[in-house]
């Protein structure tokens, strides 16, 4: 069965940083593509970032240069470093991977005060 768990949201000042971590188990987590999304209230989920184990990282065009997609594949953890947040990138943060459908964790909330 597959599981994840996100961790690390909270409440930042902008110009902070934060560093999401997403825990996988029931895969064979350095085989798949994973991937952060997010969806402000109101608004679409979103992809943010993702990571191949043999591409260069994928980024939406409003974290480029901000954030940082990596993966620690004998921790089976994937994480999300955010520098320069901005009130907009206040959003639920969810870790995703796509094996014959998708799956998704909980999610962890991330707030920017301005």
């Known amino acids: 069965q597959v599981h994840l768990v996100e961790s690390g949201g909270g409440l930042v000042q902008a110009g902070g940083s934060l560093r999401l971590s997403c825990a996988a188990s029931?895969?064979?987590?350095?085989?798949?593509?994973m991937a952060w999304y997010r969806q402000a209230p109101g608004n679409q989920r979103e992809l943010v970032a993702e990571l191949d184990g043999g591409r260069r990282p994928y980024y939406a065009d409003s974290v480029k240069g901000r954030f940082t997609i990596s993966r620690d594949n004998y921790k089976n953890t994937v994480y999300l470093q955010m520098d320069n947040l901005k009130p907009e990138d206040t959003a639920v943060y969810y870790c995703?991977?796509?094996?014959?459908?998708?799956?998704w964790g909980q999610g962890t909330q991330v707030t920017v005060s301005s």
């Open positions: 029931g895969i064979k987590f350095s085989a798949n593509r």
């Open positions: 995703n991977v796509n094996i014959m459908g998708n799956y």
